[in-house]
């Protein structure tokens, strides 16, 4: 579940969406769960799926005090992936969270 990992970057989301309007986005963050880790290999990327199919319909560009924070939705508007690009903070939390399952962690 995305809120184990990183529950600050879940807080700070469902603010910025409230601020944006997007009220029914924010009912959809505690049941996200990354699926899938961007594979671009860009240093500055953290971005995930949240869910198993990624097909962009649209997207939600949220004002990030760091970095940028864009959320991209399917077609039924439900979100599917989530755009994190230069936020160290979240970048290490994934790397420590995946390394330590790596090792059984």
Known sequence: MVSEVLPDL?????????EAGADPLVEQLPNLRIESVCDCG????SSFATAS?????NHVELPA????????LNAANEICFIEV????DVKYLMEEYYDAARQGG
């Not at 879940?10 to 409230?18: F, K, V």
């Not at 005090?65 to 991209?72: A, K, Q, R, S, Y």
Request: charged share 35%.
């Open 53 to 57: 199919e990624v097909k962009v319909h």
């Open 65 to 72: 005090m760091e970095g940028m924070l864009i959320v991209d």
């Open 42 to 45: 860009d240093e500055n990327c």
């Open 85 to 88: 690009l230069n936020r160290p």
């Open 10 to 18: 879940l807080d700070e989301m469902a603010a910025l969406l409230r």
